[in-house]
């Protein structure tokens, strides 16, 4: 139990679907972030809130929309994606600024299978 | 692009110490070592993190060389459940270049 929740862990979804997903972080902490994780692939950054604003966006595809109310919650909503955008998207949450570092907590992940 | 170099893969005899080498030789005087692990099909796990100086927590230890240019994660009793691939990133206290490569992935063996 690492403090950060997302659901689903499981989603199938036709390629004209729109769906999303949800994160919740229980830690407190400031930053948010969606990586993805492709089959065989190591892990892709694809966005990173810090107070609830967008700090990064790593030329993520449009079809993939992210949206941060609030510090705790993070979703990631998902328009017409393509088969090859199957893969495990993770959360995590961390306090950034802190002196001692920026460690990064994951939740376990959403398993999306376009079809 | 990572600024880490792992091998890609490690075996390790059950009960033994698992020492996992890591290569930041580009590494900056604000950044820090940490190390996750990600078991099939779930979330990288934290495992620690340093600075300058060797730690230790309940999971395993970190050390640094003294120029900070390479490091080793050392897991004193190996078990078939540290089975994983293991990840070492450089990032300062802000989280930049928070990039995961391909890790190096460690088979306990009984």
């Known amino acids: 139990e690492t403090g950060v929740t997302q659901t689903p862990r499981h989603l199938v979804m036709g390629m004209t679907n729109k769906k999303s997903l949800k994160c919740e972080q229980h830690l407190g902490h400031n930053a948010m972030y969606w990586y993805k994780q492709s089959a065989k692939k190591p892990l892709e950054l694809m966005f990173v809130?810090?107070?609830?604003?967008?700090?990064e966006n790593n030329s993520v595809p449009s079809r993939f929309s992210p949206e941060c109310p609030n510090s705790s919650h993070l979703f990631l909503h998902l328009h017409t994606l393509q088969p090859e955008d199957s893969a495990l998207y993770l959360c995590?949450?961390?306090?950034?600024?802190?002196?001692?570092?920026?460690?990064?907590?994951f939740g376990e992940g959403s398993w999306l299978t376009v079809v | 692009d990572a600024k880490t170099t792992q091998p890609t893969s490690m075996d390790c005899a059950e009960g033994r110490a698992a020492n996992l080498p890591c290569n930041h030789s580009?590494?900056?005087?604000?950044?820090?070592v940490y190390w996750y692990r990600q078991i099939h099909s779930q979330g990288p796990q934290y495992i620690i993190h340093?600075?300058?100086n060797n730690e230790t927590n309940e999971m395993a230890s970190l050390i640094i060389t003294e120029d900070r240019k390479s490091s080793t994660l050392i897991l004193p009793h190996a078990t078939l459940r540290d089975t994983a691939v293991y990840y070492c990133?450089?990032?300062?206290?802000?989280?930049?270049?928070?990039?995961f490569g391909p890790g190096t992935r460690l088979s306990v063996l009984p």
């Open positions: 340093g600075l300058k």
């Open positions: 580009t590494i900056s005087g604000n950044e820090y």
């Open positions: 990133i450089v990032t300062t206290n802000y989280g930049q270049n928070f990039v």
């Open positions: 995590a949450s961390s306090q950034r600024g802190q002196s001692s570092g920026n460690t990064i907590y």
């Open positions: 809130y810090n107070f609830k604003e967008q700090t």
